[in-house]
């Protein structure tokens, strides 16, 4: 691991990252790379593999020490390594966004389209599916993704273009709900 650094004012903090991973072997090893390639000193780590986020992912949370440009690029080194990076420091998904798609969301592959949402700026925070005729005909899931500050445009823009490429309906908020 790289040693911790001080900044030009000489302040190491603690810092708190949440984290979504796939269940799989050497996920969470995976995980810690960028944080040791990137001088933070690791604190603590929560990995509670009986619990799933909505996306049937497990949560992990780290406690780190750096400085705050260290900090910055361990961050910036998860997400450029395909971590769903859920909240990192003082950084909080403060705004929320409910959305429904109806359609053949099944057979369009719901994992990929939940994935293909989750982004820098949003992070599906619950789904309710249903499909009261089953899998093979169309069904409806209420989105709530959890937007950072100001970025509720730029994660609706997303969802649009996802609706639009798998041919799903959308419903959007109405212009000042949801704020």
Same mark, same amino acid.
């Given at each position: 691991?790289?040693?911790?650094?001080?900044?030009?004012?000489?302040?190491?903090?603690?810092?708190?990252?949440?984290?979504?991973?796939?269940?799989?072997p050497?996920?969470?090893?995976?995980?810690?790379?960028p944080?040791?390639?990137?001088g933070?000193? +690791? *604190?603590?780590?929560?990995?509670?593999?009986?619990?799933?986020? =909505?996306?049937?992912?497990?949560?992990?949370?780290?406690?780190?020490?750096?400085?705050?440009?260290?900090?910055?690029?361990?961050?910036?080194?998860?997400?450029?390594?395909g971590?769903?990076?859920?909240?990192?420091g003082a950084?909080?998904?403060?705004?929320?966004?409910?959305?429904?798609l109806?359609?053949?969301?099944?057979?369009?592959? +719901?994992?990929?389209?939940?994935?293909r949402?989750?982004?820098?700026?949003?992070?599906?925070?619950?789904?309710?599916?249903?499909? =009261?005729?089953?899998?093979?005909? =169309?069904?409806?899931?209420?989105?709530?993704?959890?937007?950072?500050?100001?970025?509720?445009?730029?994660a609706?823009?997303?969802?649009?273009?996802?609706?639009?490429?798998?041919?799903? *309906? +959308?419903?959007? =908020?109405?212009?000042g709900?949801?704020?």
């Amino acid at each position: 691991m790289v040693a911790v650094s001080e900044s030009a004012d000489g302040t190491v903090s603690a810092y708190t990252v949440r984290l979504e991973l796939v269940d799989e072997p050497g996920e969470l090893l995976r995980t810690l790379e960028p944080i040791a390639d990137n001088g933070g000193n +690791l *604190l603590s780590i929560f990995h509670e593999r009986g619990s799933l986020t =909505p996306r049937g992912h497990i949560p992990v949370e780290v406690d780190l020490e750096a400085t705050p440009e260290r900090f910055e690029s361990i961050v910036t080194a998860l997400r450029e390594a395909g971590v769903n990076v859920i909240q990192a420091g003082a950084e909080r998904y403060g705004e929320e966004l409910s959305v429904v798609l109806v359609g053949d969301l099944v057979e369009t592959d +719901l994992s990929d389209t939940l994935s293909r949402l989750e982004c820098a700026s949003a992070s599906v925070a619950d789904i309710a599916l249903s499909a =009261p005729d089953g899998t093979d005909e =169309p069904a409806s899931a209420r989105l709530r993704l959890a937007t950072q500050t100001g970025e509720r445009d730029r994660a609706l823009d997303t969802v649009r273009d996802v609706a639009d490429e798998k041919d799903l *309906l +959308l419903v959007e =908020p109405l212009v000042g709900a949801d704020r």
